[in-house]
Nanobody, 129 residues
């Protein structure tokens, strides 16, 4: 079973930076995906950035393009989300999700991933104006 452990998050002023980490374990095949999703109060969950190892793509939501960078350490099966120039509208609970997966990062982030996805406990990111 795939398991994920998140770290990072916190409170930052607008324009500041934070880095989230997601350590995944339990993969039994080389093709997998790790993604960051977020949910703000009263809003639906949205895919922020995802990486698919099966096709090597990284997807970014339009709202974070140019400000957020997803990177990965293959040896550690860990994905990092560097968030720069944070805005108050980035305030949300951020969740990491990992799964064995063959497909594009765009589809994974759009909710068309595999049936079984392992979710982290969520970490709060608060950006003050």
């Amino acid at each position: 079973e795939v398991q994920v452990v998140e770290s990072g998050g916190g409170l930052v002023q607008a324009g500041g930076s934070l880095r989230l980490s997601c350590a995944a374990s339990g993969f039994t095949a080389a093709d997998y995906a790790i993604g960051w999703f977020r949910q703000a109060p009263g809003k639906e969950r949205e895919g922020v950035s995802c990486i698919s190892k099966s096709d090597g793509t990284i997807y970014y939501a339009d709202s974070v393009q140019g400000r957020f960078t997803l990177s990965s350490d293959n040896a550690k099966n860990t994905a990092y989300l560097q968030m720069n120039n944070l805005k108050p509208e980035d305030t949300a609970v951020y969740y990491c999700a990992a799964a064995q997966y063959v497909g594009s990062s765009y589809l994974y982030c759009s909710g068309y991933g595999p049936h079984h996805i392992s979710w982290g406990q969520g970490t709060q990111v608060t950006v003050s104006s």
